[in-house]
């Protein structure tokens, strides 16, 4: 939706994107409040949360050494690990998570439409009630949207929702977006027709995606988001070159999936 030709790079040709300042962040954040629920609840603390950021930063690190040079030096990087602590402090403004005991945290979820298509993500916490009501929450470090995006950014969650409404059979109850940085909430209580409507835009989107692998016509979509592309060199509305297809000319795995927490991009 936001740029066909930015989806051909990313899915199909699998292009390489550096990691940012941002998104590592991002990730960072993410991991910290996953380990935080692995403590017991009277533990999850703010403290708690803080002293998790550096030892979680260095797992991150270590896995992916490239994370490790965004850095000048150790001042920059103490400067980044400080607002990283900022956004956990920040979670603990929202919510109490003493007060809470998620089914599942970082859950891939996938079901198969009755159309074939296979719809597949990452879903950062299922909160489930003691009466069985299921509540999807989603962690941003990014700002929150203004009210005009709100719907767009809804997208992510209810795609999330429609899958888990096609596993089990049931309507989430409450989908929580939560922009931490920002201490602002965004819920939304979806119902089936709402769900309905969601898997038809995404059957959409897919139809869209096959003509554009029959055509080969991946246009661009310039924007304002254009500024933080990684592929400005290959884009033709920049003067760029897009490379050769490579030779199946269509997505890995035959369907799309929904973009996960990991990478979790601000701005």
Request: proline share 9%; with cysteine; aromatic share 8%.
């Amino acid at each position: 939706m936001t740029c066909p030709l930015l989806y051909r790079f990313r899915v199909i040709d699998r292009l390489p994107e550096p990691p940012s300042t941002a998104t590592a962040r991002g990730t960072l954040v993410h991991a910290v409040l996953e380990r935080l629920f692995d403590l017991p609840a009277a533990g999850r603390t703010p403290e708690a949360a803080r002293a998790l950021v550096d030892p979680e930063w260095d797992r991150l690190a270590a896995a992916e050494p490239e994370l490790a040079e965004l850095f000048g030096d150790d001042a920059e990087r103490a400067d980044w690990l400080a607002s990283a602590n900022a956004i956990v402090d920040a979670y603990f403004t929202l919510e109490d998570p003493r007060r809470l005991e998620p089914a599942e945290r970082e859950s891939y979820v996938e079901t198969t439409l009755d159309s074939g298509l296979r719809l597949r993500g990452y879903i950062d916490r299922l909160d489930v009630a003691p009466g069985g009501e299921i509540r999807i929450v989603d962690y941003k470090t990014g700002r929150a949207p203004r009210e005009a995006y709100e719907a767009s950014a809804l997208f992510q969650m209810k795609f999330y929702a429609l899958v888990i409404w096609r596993l089990r059979g049931q309507v989430p109850r409450l989908l929580q977006l939560m922009y931490l940085a920002e201490g602002e909430v965004l819920r939304y209580a979806p119902d089936a027709s709402d769900l309905l409507a969601t898997e038809r835009k995404v059957a959409a989107l897919w139809q869209a995606i096959e003509r554009a692998r029959t055509s080969g016509d991946w246009r661009p979509r310039p924007s304002r988001l254009c500024d933080w592309c990684n592929h400005k060199a290959l884009c033709p509305e920049f003067g760029g070159t897009p490379p050769p297809l490579p030779p199946e000319g269509g997505p890995a795995e035959g369907g799309p999936a929904a973009s996960g927490q990991q990478g979790d991009e601000e701005g």
